[in-house]
C-alpha cells in the first residue's frame, strides 16, 4: 500500500519512515509523537472518525483509503479503546495545537519571578525607554517588577525627579500592569512593584 505523506507544522512533507525517524527532543510534544499515525498502526479494524464528526467501524485499510481520500492522515487517538479510535485528520497541524497548548499550560503553572530595574534620578530619556521595554516584557511573560531609582550622595534632593520618573513608567505600563507597591523610599532607594493584571 503506497504511504500517506504527513505534513508537518512548517508544511514540509515528509514519509512515515522519514518522520518516525526523526526524534524529536521537545517534550511539549512527546506525548503527540506516541501516537500512531497511519501505518503505523496495528489494529485489524478501528473506529474511524471522520472530519464532519461520522463514525463507524471499519477495517483499517478501509480506514486508511478513507484517510487518503481526504488527502489527511489516520491518527489513532485512543489506541486502548475496543476497537481504538481513529480520526481523520491532519497530524502536522495537530501536533502544533497540542505543542502550543502545553506551551500555554507551562506558562500559566511556571512560578512568578521577580525582575530588578535600577534608574538613576536624571535617567536619560533612551535609557528609560529601554528599562520600560524590558518591564514590559517581564510583565507580558507574567513577572512582577521591581522598579527602583538610586540615590547616591547629593541625588537625596531630587526625591521628586524620582517620584516623577516612577509615574511615568506606571503610565507607559498601566494596559498590561497594575501597582503592588505603591512608591516607598527604602533607605536611599525609591521602590515600587508592579504586576501584571490578573486577566493576562
Known amino acids: 500500500m503506497q504511504e500517506l505523506n504527513i505534513r508537518s507544522a512548517q508544511t ?16 511539549a510534544i512527546a506525548d503527540v509523537d506516541k501516537l500512531r499515525v497511519n501505518q503505523e498502526i496495528r489494529a485489524d479494524e478501528v473506529r474511524v472518525v471522520e472530519p464532519d ?3 463507524d467501524v471499519v477495517p483499517t ?13 489516520l491518527v489513532e487517538v485512543a489506541p486502548d479503546a475496543d476497537p481504538p479510535v481513529c ?19 507551562r506558562k500559566k503553572s511556571k512560578s512568578m519571578e521577580m525582575k530588578e530595574l535600577r534608574f538613576r534620578p536624571r535617567t536619560e530619556e533612551h535609557d528609560f525607554n529601554f528599562k520600560v521595554d ?9 513577572n512582577k517588577v521591581k522598579a527602583y531609582v538610586q540615590f547616591k550622595g547629593r541625588d537625596i534632593v531630587y526625591k521628586d525627579q524620582g ?15 497594575r501597582i503592588d507597591q505603591q512608591p516607598e523610599m527604602e533607605g536611599r532607594r525609591m521602590v515600587m512593584i508592579l504586576a501584571p493584571h490578573k486577566n493576562k
Open 87 to 105: 480520526k481523520i485528520l491532519d497530524y502536522g497541524k495537530y501536533r502544533y495545537e497540542k505543542q502550543k497548548e502545553e506551551q500555554r499550560r
Open 53 to 55: 464528526g461520522d463514525h
Open 12 to 27: 514540509e512533507f515528509f514519509t512515515i519512515p522519514e518522520f518516525f525517524s526523526q526524534k524529536t527532543t521537545n517534550p
Open 163 to 177: 517620584m516623577d520618573l516612577l509615574r511615568r513608567m506606571i503610565e507607559e505600563l498601566q494596559e498590561i500592569a
Open 134 to 142: 524590558h518591564a514590559r516584557e517581564f510583565l507580558e511573560d507574567g
Open 61 to 73: 485499510g478501509e480506514a486508511l483509503d478513507r484517510a487518503r481520500d481526504h488527502e489527511l492522515d
